[in-house]
């Protein structure tokens, strides 16, 4: 069964901001900042940035590198790539994790040498189902009553697991396998 989730959070999900007796939403968007250009010194990669990343809290572990993490004490780390209904379709039947390798070898690689198998798990996630700047797309999303969202995942037994619950991949974070298997 999957691990418990807070009194009323399936409810408080389900409930509109009319009947929280919310006011609407202020504008928090950033300012736009400019694009980095590859070619540009300060680009950084996002896999080059994610590496270091795990290399600091590697470090701070004490563990060296290509050493693995003691069996009691993982380091369960969790690859979410997000607006899953914009990639193409061909990649949307694939488990994320060849999207992973293909598109982020480096990342994949260093995951692959310094981490057992079961910590880390790649997540495909798709929030609103479809683009929400195509106008009918939006009605249709605004007017449905049933979740759009989805996350994907290789599950244990090599197929593609599916399920409307965005707290997936923080599910399996915090209580590992147990924590997504229902």
Known sequence: TRAPRAAGYDSLLAASP??????PLPDLSLPETPAVASDDPNYV????????LLQWIRSE???LP??????E??????????????????WKREPPERYLAA??????????CNFREDEVRVFALSATGGDLGDTAYRERYLASE???????????DGTLAEDPDLSVPLCWALYGEPGITD
């Open 18 to 23: 009319d009947e929280l007796g919310a006011s």
């Open 45 to 52: 990669p996002t896999s080059l940035a994610l590496v270091e």
């Open 61 to 63: 572990r004490s563990l």
């Open 66 to 71: 290509g050493a693995m993490t003691p069996l």
């Open 73 to 90: 004490h993982p380091i369960r780390v969790g690859v979410v790539f997000t607006a899953w209904d914009a990639v193409d379709l061909d």
């Open 103 to 112: 598109h982020h070898a480096l990342l994949k690689d260093y995951l692959a």
């Open 146 to 156: 049933k979740p759009c969202s989805r996350v994907w995942w290789k599950a244990p």
